[in-house]
């Protein structure tokens, strides 16, 4: 397979008049906010999958889109993106309102999407540099930047492999290295970690930073992962389509107020009930565990064992995880194994389709 020249070049000529249509086009955004969405919402048929969501993302940081399968994260994302028509509300990003500006917004961002997107039978080289055709990037810029981008990435010795022959990782690393080739004002990256292992997660990361400092170009991404939120600057957390928590990560885990106590007992009910009674608190009940909030958990230990007359046989005193929050706010936890069983979905849903098209 080649590239169509024709083609390519009349995708450019239309990306670049509609950057300079752009010049001329209302910002409505704040100055220090690349995104700015308002009451957004987006229906398939019955299904309400984002229903009214308020966020602003500030320009130069990591934002975090954290929630269980089928919040929304992908919808929000493919709203921003322009992929898909929001049902209500608004969202301005890189100072153009999506709906009515979908090119200008698409010239200045880029995309890693939650399944690969790279052609396989094409060079690692020959994928960037038809990334960088349509998104007209100068001629004479081209080859310099797809050689810093494959630096960044640490591919330069595969470049001119097939993408075929490219490990998962290696493929999510290339992908990351498309995005920013023509110098996006946002980089959206729908779960860029799922299914990789965890070293291969945290070299990921090590490219996002490097991306973010090199280019100053804001990172909006959507994770699974509790470990992956806290490495965010800021996170929204999303359920059922809503947003239930938003600010930094301390500022998430603060709300909570203390710490958390998990205890585990000869008789669980009959230890929330107590625990209601003696401390007017609430246990929340996790996989054979009582959760308590509480102010200062090593003072609370001693009066808890001494309150309940059931047999205590483990108690932990930590800080509040991000996994707290979420509970705490939505009655129930991220689990992993829901994470890995998507990830396992998509992943194979990804083969099949890249082999139907073979
Ligand atoms: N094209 C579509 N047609 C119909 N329903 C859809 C479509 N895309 C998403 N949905 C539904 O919208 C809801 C939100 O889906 P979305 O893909 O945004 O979730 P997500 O948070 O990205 O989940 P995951 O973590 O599994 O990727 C789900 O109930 C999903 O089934
Ligand atoms: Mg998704």
């Not at 704040?30 to 308002?38: E, G, K």
């Not at 097939?162 to 290696?170: A, D, L």
């Not at 299914?195 to 990921?204: F, I």
Request: glycine share 10%; proline share 3%.
């Amino acid at each position: 397979m080649g590239f169509d020249a024709e083609t390519l070049s009349s995708a450019t000529e239309t990306l670049e008049a509609g950057a300079l249509t752009s010049l001329v086009a209302a910002t409505v955004a704040a100055p220090d906010d690349v995104i700015t969405v308002r009451g957004l919402s987006k229906r398939y048929g019955a299904v309400e999958a984002v229903r009214g969501i308020d966020l602003d993302v500030h320009r130069g940081e990591i934002f975090g889109f954290l929630g269980p399968n089928g919040a929304g994260k992908s919808t929000t994302i493919s709203v921003l993106c322009t992929l898909v028509g929001a049902t209500g509300g608004s969202a301005v990003v890189g100072g153009y309102d999506v709906n009515s500006h979908p090119q200008q917004v698409r010239a200045r961002i880029g995309l890693v999407f939650q399944e690969p997107s790279l052609d396989n039978q094409l060079t690692a080289r020959e994928n960037l540099y038809f990334h960088a055709m349509v998104y007209g990037v100068p001629r004479h810029e081209r080859n310099r930047r797809i050689e810093a981008a494959f630096e960044m990435v640490e591919l330069t010795d595969r470049a001119d492999a097939q993408v075929i022959t490219y490990s998962g990782g290696m493929k999510r690393r290339l992908e990351i290295a498309r995005g920013v080739l023509h110098y996006p004002e946002v980089l959206f990256l729908d779960e860029p970690t799922i299914g990789l292992d965890p070293q291969t997660r945290a070299k990921v990361w090590e490219h996002l930073r490097e991306v973010r400092q090199r280019t100053g170009t804001t990172i909006f991404m959507t994770t699974h992962y509790m470990e992956e939120a806290e490495w965010c600057d800021r996170i929204a957390i999303i359920d059922h389509g809503r947003i239930v928590s938003l600010g930094t990560p301390d500022q998430l885990k603060n709300q909570m107020g203390g710490d958390v106590v998990v205890v585990t007992t000869s008789d669980n009910a009959r230890a929330t009930r107590q625990i209601e009674e003696q401390f007017g608190v609430t246990a929340l009940h996790d996989d054979g565990t009582l959760r308590i909030d509480v102010a200062a958990g090593a003072e609370f230990v001693p009066k808890l064992v001494k309150a309940l007359d059931v047999e205590v046989r483990t108690v932990t005193v930590r800080r509040p995880s991000l996994d707290d929050v979420f509970l705490k706010l939505t009655g129930r936890a991220i689990r992993d194994d829901e994470v890995d069983q998507g990830a396992a979905t998509r992943a194979m849903m990804a083969r099949r389709w890249q082999g139907g098209r073979r």
